[in-house]
């Protein structure tokens, strides 16, 4: 296995976390195909993310990919080309130097929302208003530009708290997110921020599809008198 120094033995164990994560979406039904991207920071300026063309519920570690966050600044990636949303998760760490941990799964109900137009309000449920008190809809971009990248990152950091979570992306999902302080950034906390992102999705994926039956059942009601 090619590691980048600096990583160690914490890269294997986040390996497994990531593996796990993607396992978690497909047993969720939030992933379909090829769908979803995970990516870890890890020190040195290195990420570690999911590769391109796989199931994320089928990975095993070997398939992962380590890839420069900043690719003028190096080190050379390692292993299987990643997503073309990577670009996304680049721009998302720039931005946020408190992020360690991305995810991004093509939510089929927040595309439906979205798609007819539709953007849930995190506040309308408890646990939504507790743990996303802001979920902010970046517009339509073309996948793998820097133009949507930069729009998404924008989206996570904006000029008055809180910070979002996640974000949703127009026809295309959603994007969570998650911190852990520069002080420990050991695998324990890097695997937890992780399980946190992966959290954040599933709360959104609740919200949108509550948000969804609440339009269906208003709309019925209304047949109905
Ligand atoms: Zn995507």
Redesign the pocket.
Known sequence: MNRHAGTGDIEVSLRDAVCAAGRRLGARGLISAA???LSIRLAGGVLLTTPTGRRKDELEPADLATVPLDPAAGPEPSGPPP???IA?HRAIYATRADVVAVV???LPISMALTLAGHAPDPTALPETAYHLPVLPLVAFGE?GSAELAGRVAAAFAPTAPPLPGAVL?ER??AIAVASAEVADRGSAALEAALVLAVDRLELVDVLCRVWRDAILLRAAGERSV
């Open positions: 769908e979803g991207n997503s073309s949303d996304i991004h799964a093509h996948m992306l295309h999902g």
